[in-house]
């Protein structure tokens, strides 16, 4: 019977042509609206490590004033101090951890044929334990090695656009480019790939575009960079003076750092370390704060990073509530349309269908204006998607991007929603009383 | 075949109830042709829907081939409306999407014939009505008499053993109204019984029996030519 419904729910739509289009347009219209927000929120508070949910863990310790916290409620700084960062790599030589500072220096070519392809080049500097840490998937080469990162050698791993940028996409390992005026030797090409949010950033800049390069930390601290312009950073004190070396010995925080844990156990010894680690810090006069160090998840993570907020939130929900209006406008126009049916099923009934029957076959053809509006709706959520993607150049485009997973769900909700919108007058069709068509004459 | 023992049917709108049919007894033989006469208002159409099992009477007992049907319930009237039933209305009442082919089909879906013998019917039918090679044409494309003949197999397609016909020639010119008795007669002959409620004295003349329905009450009488023989 499902093919007889089929046939007979196409030749109806066939028939109210006008009808059928406000419907499928009405339902793609919310649909679109719904699907665009949902996307935009899914895509940008979707953990891209989910296997790592319960390893990966960013290291927070309060390093505050003794007045207040650093943020309300009760959040502690997401960056490390460099005393910190790099007591810590130091101390902690047998776990896997990586801290993670910004710089954006300009790269350039050290070839001197060819033309000029100069660019203000972002990077991270991080620790080799970063990669693995991250599942930086590599084009050609690989990571530094511990060793490199005691040496504070001028490594560095560019990504596939760089790659692409510098050598036409072939294997670079071994060439040499310059990145703030110093000469780094090309170790690893990153492989390009989804990776959002990034999880090794805060707030905006976990949208941002892939880096276009990674060098070791210690290297950054050897040839005493630091991004002032473009870092953020806090400090608690003014620092002693304007030079590098009292940036390093100061208070204030700029360096993100995150650690990889196999199991519980080693979670909870990496917690004991940290938390001996301040002790007899606080025993040296720093660290006023009662003792409060952190190994947030992911999650939580995003949550302090505001990943899904409220805005987006609050905008998803309109959205939703904006597809319940057209879905109350598709049941009206679905009403309509079935009572002009009410002929037909009448006959139907007298020649034997049961009330069943007809609801089946009406649930059908709802079903249908459901699947076309559906289809309808995810282009049109495909088209907003791109017109977003030039409103909100800040984020990167793989946020606004359909998936299929989002596609299906797409769908999926565009027949749930016309299923909700079509079974009242679908019940009420269904009930049409037979005996009408015999008064009619 | 058909059974009715003390039917009556009334229908309350608001606090006003209206009798329709009062309490009557009527017996329906297989391969009778009853005739249902009666001034506009009369119930015949109530008369003609509890027949049809398309309403429940108030009281009273219905037997269809000695299975009580009063009160059953949708699933269970619709499969006995389906397959002992069939319907021949005054507009006809064809699909207007649907092609020739597609209106005969309707009530052999919900008997869930295989394709085969949907098809087999389906051609047997409209042969027996004279629009064998009409399969694929739409109801606006025919006369008013060829779309009732379309309706007539619809209503045979199912071999019913009762056909219901509301003023089948209400709609037709004489020459095309003939044409549809003349049909009805040779189903009746086939063995059919056929339940005919009309205006046409001279078309109620012609069946085998005549139930006169007046303000609500049921009465019968033998036709003219019977009762001269």
């Known amino acids: 019977m499902f093919n007889y419904y089929l046939k007979l729910a196409l030749i109806s739509m066939r028939k109210s042509p006008i009808l059928v289009f406000l419907m499928v347009f009405a339902l793609a219209i919310g649909v679109a609206a719904s699907m665009t927000t949902i996307t935009v929120n899914y895509l940008s508070s979707k953990n891209p490590l989910p296997h790592k949910e319960n390893n990966l863990f960013a290291v927070q310790l309060d390093n505050w004033s003794i007045e207040k916290s650093w943020r309300e409620p009760d959040i502690t700084p997401f960056h490390l101090t460099y005393i910190d960062a790099n007591n810590l790599l130091s101390l902690g030589e047998k776990f896997k951890h990586s801290p993670i500072a910004q710089m954006d220096m300009p790269l350039e070519s050290t070839s001197i044929d060819g033309e000029k392809k100069t660019f203000m080049a972002q990077a991270k500097s991080v620790s080799h334990d970063f990669f693995a840490l991250f599942d930086v998937p590599f084009l050609y080469g690989q990571a530094w090695s511990k060793e490199d990162d005691k040496n504070s050698a001028n490594l560095v791993v560019i990504s596939e656009k760089t790659n692409n940028k510098f050598f036409s996409g072939a294997n670079s390992v071994g060439k040499t480019l310059i990145y703030g005026g110093e000469v780094f030797t090309i170790i690893g090409v990153t492989k390009k790939r989804t990776f959002l949010p990034k999880l090794y950033a805060t707030n905006v800049f976990m949208f941002a575009e892939p880096e276009d390069l990674y060098f070791p930390f210690s290297t950054q601290i050897s040839l005493g960079w630091f991004n002032e312009g473009k870092s953020i950073y806090y400090c608690q004190k003014d620092k002693a003076s304007d030079t590098y070396e009292s940036l390093l010995q100061s208070e204030c925080m700029w360096i993100l750092f995150w650690a990889e844990f196999k199991d519980k156990a080693e979670k909870e010894q990496y917690q004991q370390f940290i938390d001996n680690y301040v002790s007899d810090q606080k025993a040296l006069g720093r660290f006023p704060r009662p003792l409060d160090n952190r190994l947030t998840s992911i999650k939580t993570w995003f949550k302090y990073q505001n990943v899904t907020n409220k805005d987006t939130q609050i905008l998803m929900w309109l959205a939703i509530l904006f597809l319940c209006v057209c879905l109350f406008n598709t049941v009206g126009l679905m009403l309509a349309k079935f009572t002009g049916k009410s002929s037909e099923v009448a006959l139907r009934r007298a020649l034997g269908a049961s009330k069943q029957s007809i609801f089946y076959q009406y649930l059908i053809e709802s079903l249908c204006i459901g699947l076309c509006g559906g289809v309808l709706g995810m282009l049109l959520t495909f088209i907003s998607l791109e017109y977003f993607k030039h409103i909100y150049t800040k984020l990167n485009d793989q946020v606004m991007t359909l998936n299929i997973e989002l596609l299906l769900s797409g769908l999926l909700l565009s027949i749930l929603a016309t299923l909700i919108a079509g079974i009242y007058p679908t019940i009420k069709v269904s009930r049409t009383s037979a005996c009408m068509q015999l008064r009619q004459k | ?229």
Not at chain 2, 93 to 119: A, G, Q, T, W
Not at chain 2, 137 to 165: E, N
Not at chain 2, 214 to 227: M, R
């Open chain 2, 1 to 229: 075949m058909l059974k009715m023992s003390g039917i009556s049917k009334h229908f309350i709108v608001g606090n006003v109830k209206t009798q329709a049919l009062h309490s009557f007894e009527l017996e329906i033989k297989q391969g009778d042709f009853v005739a249902v006469v009666g001034p506009s208002g009369s119930g015949k159409t109530t008369f003609l829907n509890m027949t049809g099992m398309l309403e429940q009477p108030s009281f009273g007992q219905y037997e269809i081939d000695g299975v009580q049907v009063a009160n059953l319930n949708d699933k269970e009237s619709s499969r006995i409306r389906n397959e002992k039933i069939g319907f021949v209305f005054q507009s006809f009442n064809l699909i207007p999407e649907l092609n020739v082919y597609d209106n005969v089909d309707v009530p052999l879906r919900y008997r869930h014939f295989s394709s085969k013998e949907r098809k087999a019917r389906i051609e047997n039918a409209l042969e027996q009505v004279g629009l064998a090679g009409r399969h694929k044409h739409f109801p606006p494309q025919l006369s008013g008499g060829q779309q009732q003949r379309v309706a007539i197999a619809r209503a045979l397609a199912g071999s019913p053993s009762i056909i219901l016909a509301d003023e089948p020639t209400g709609n037709l010119d004489s020459k095309m109204a003939d044409g549809v008795m003349a049909l009805l007669h040779d189903i009746n002959k086939a063995g059919t019984t056929i339940v005919m409620v009309t205006h046409n004295d001279e078309q109620a003349q012609q069946a085998g029996r005549i139930v006169h329905i007046s303000d609500g009450y049921l009465s019968e009488s033998t036709p003219l030519q019977q009762a001269i023989a």
